[in-house]
Each structure stands twice: as structure tokens, then as C-alpha cells.
Nanobody, 122 residues
């Protein structure tokens, strides 16, 4: 599967952005989807994941209550709604897909898209 993330940009602290990730192929609904991020000088970290139907989600503690992951299987797309953004959210954001059947998935994803830059100014 090929993944294409979009929606990044420059926003002031307290603002919002919605990231989208479009997937190719006809098996999107069979993948657990996730969002990860990598800040300058840091390792890539897990942000959120969502199960096959969209009925279950997991978040890293630092984004709970601010970020929402969702998916539309009819559109082969996963989203990350980011509210109350903070400067420490600045990073390249990546979407990823996992076909192993595991859930939740925090690492070891099978497919990765190119990232989209999110910059939050103070």
C-alpha cells in the first residue's frame, strides 16, 4: 500500500490543523493505521493509532484530549485532527499502516508514507 500524507503547515500555538493520509489499494480497511512524528534531533515517536473499523483508538499521553485520529474506509483515508497545538508538537508527521493483525500498534509498522511538516510557533 502507498500512503500520502498532507495537511501540514505553520500555525500559531493554540491553533488547529487536520492531517490527512490517503492510501492506495483495496485493502485499506484491513490495516491498523497510525500517526507518528519526528522532531528535529529526536527519534520518531508514536502519536496515535486506530483499529480497522475506527471504533477504537490509542494516543500517546502528550496528545490525549487534543488530537483525534479517525478514518474513512470508503475514502481510504485516515485523519489526525490536532487542536490546541503547542510548540513542542512541531515535527514531521508520518502516517503508517500495519497488516499484521496486531492492535494496538505502537511500532514496527509495515508501510510508511512520506511525512508532512507541522510547525507550531509560540
Amino acid at each position: 500500500v502507498q500512503l500520502q500524507a498532507s495537511g501540514g503547515g505553520l500555525v500559531q500555538a493554540g491553533g488547529s490543523l487536520r492531517l490527512s493520509c490517503a492510501a492506495s489499494g483495496r485493502t485499506f480497511s484491513s490495516y491498523v493505521m497510525g500517526w507518528f512524528r519526528q522532531a528535529p534531533g529526536k527519534e520518531r515517536e508514536f502519536v496515535a493509532c486506530i483499529n480497522w473499523s475506527g471504533g477504537s483508538t490509542y494516543y500517546t499521553d502528550s496528545v490525549k484530549g487534543r488530537f483525534t485520529i479517525s478514518r474513512d474506509n470508503a475514502k481510504n483515508t485516515v485523519y489526525l485532527q490536532m487542536n490546541s497545538l503547542k510548540p513542542e508538537d512541531t515535527a514531521v508527521y508520518y502516517c503508517a499502516a500495519d497488516k499484521s493483525g496486531r492492535y494496538p500498534v505502537y511500532s514496527g509498522m509495515d508501510f510508511w508514507g512520506k511525512g508532512t511538516q507541522v510547525t507550531v510557533s509560540s
